[in-house]
C-alpha cells in the first residue's frame, strides 16, 4: 500500500444474491489500512452507480450497458423455479421450461434474466421486485423463474425452488468505470481472479530487481591497486628461500 492510500476507502456495490465476503475476506488481510465499503444496490441501478462514481467497483448480473465500463465475466448461475411447496413440480428433482406451459409465471420489473420467449403464461400482474414476486409464489398466484442464489436469499418456508435445465442463466461480472482504473480497483481485480499477493501481475513484484547498493555488495572488495583484497585470516604467499 502506497502513502497515497492511506486512508482511502474502497467502495464495492454487489447486486442481491452474489456474496461478495471471501472477496473481502482476503482485501482486509491484504489491504489492512484500506476499509471497504460494501453497497447493496438493485440491479437495474448498479450501472448508474458506478457510472456516477458511487462505488469504484460492483459486482453485476449481465448483460449490461458496457459503455464506459470493463467488465469481467465470473460465474454463471443455474436457474431455478419458484414453487409452492404444494405445488406438483416441487415433486421433481429438476423440470424443463416445457414442464411449465400451463402455469402463470411472474415477470417482477427487476428480472435479471435475458428471454427470448417468456415461459408459461403471462401473469395477471407484473410485480415490481423479485421479492414481491416471491409473496405471490406463496399466494399461490404464479410461479417464478430466477438466478438460484436470489431464490435463496429470499427463500420462505412456504415455497421451494427446482432447477431448470434448459433456461438462460444469469452470468455474474466484476464491472468498474475504464477511466477510473485506480491501484485499488486493479488490487481488487487481482483478488477476484485469485492472484496471490507475490503475482507478477499484481503491484507487489514476486522477485525485486537489486538495487544498485546491493549489487555493488555482492562484488569483492578491491585495494588501490585495483587488485582484490585478502581475507584478514590469510596470509600472502611468500618467496621461498632457496
Same mark, same amino acid.
Given at each position: 500500500m502506497t502513502d497515497g492510500e492511506t486512508g482511502r476507502v474502497f467502495r464495492l456495490a454487489y447486486v442481491p444474491g452474489v456474496t461478495p465476503a471471501k472477496w473481502v475476506n482476503v482485501?482486509?488481510?491484504?489491504?489492512?489500512?484500506?476499509?471497504?465499503?460494501?453497497?447493496?444496490?438493485? !440491479? =437495474?441501478?448498479?450501472?448508474?452507480?458506478?457510472?456516477?462514481?458511487? !462505488?469504484? !467497483?460492483?459486482f453485476v448480473r449481465l448483460p449490461v450497458d458496457r459503455d464506459?465500463?470493463?467488465?469481467? *465475466?465470473?460465474?454463471?448461475?443455474?436457474?431455478v423455479v419458484v414453487v409452492p411447496k404444494d405445488h406438483a413440480v416441487a415433486a421433481a428433482d429438476e423440470v424443463a421450461i416445457t414442464d411449465l406451459t400451463d402455469d402463470e409465471v411472474l415477470h417482477p420489473l427487476d428480472d435479471t434474466i435475458e428471454w427470448t420467449v417468456r415461459p408459461?403464461?403471462?401473469?395477471?400482474?407484473?410485480? =415490481?421486485?423479485?421479492?414481491? !414476486?416471491?409473496?405471490?409464489?406463496?399466494?399461490?398466484?404464479?410461479?417464478?423463474? #430466477?438466478p438460484q442464489s436470489l431464490a435463496r436469499l429470499h427463500h420462505r418456508r412456504d415455497v421451494t425452488?427446482?432447477?431448470?435445465?434448459? =433456461?438462460? @442463466?444469469? @452470468? #455474474?461480472?466484476?464491472a468498474w468505470p475504464t477511466d477510473a482504473t485506480t491501484d485499488l480497483v486493479e488490487d481488487f481485480i487481482g483478488i477476484v481472479r485469485g492472484r496471490?499477493?507475490?503475482s507478477s501481475?499484481?503491484?507487489t513484484? $514476486?522477485? *525485486? $530487481?537489486?538495487?544498485? =547498493?546491493?549489487?555493488q555488495a555482492r562484488k569483492p572488495a578491491q585495494n588501490g591497486s585495483g587488485r582484490r583484497a585478502v581475507p584478514a585470516g590469510r596470509k600472502r604467499k611468500g618467496h621461498r628461500p632457496r
Open positions: 482485501w482486509t488481510e491484504r489491504m489492512p489500512g484500506v476499509p471497504v465499503t460494501l453497497v447493496t444496490v438493485p !440491479a =437495474a441501478e448498479v450501472v448508474g452507480l458506478l457510472r456516477d462514481g458511487g !462505488a469504484d !467497483a460492483g464506459g465500463l470493463s467488465v469481467i *465475466p465470473l460465474y454463471v448461475e443455474t436457474t408459461g403464461l403471462p401473469a395477471f400482474t407484473r410485480p =415490481a421486485t423479485t421479492a414481491d !414476486a416471491v409473496e405471490l409464489v406463496a399466494a399461490g398466484t404464479g410461479l417464478l423463474l #430466477v425452488y427446482r432447477p431448470v435445465l434448459d =433456461a438462460p @442463466q444469469s @452470468q #455474474v461480472a466484476l496471490t499477493v507475490n501481475r499484481g503491484r513484484p $514476486a522477485s *525485486p $530487481a537489486e538495487k544498485p =547498493a546491493q549489487r
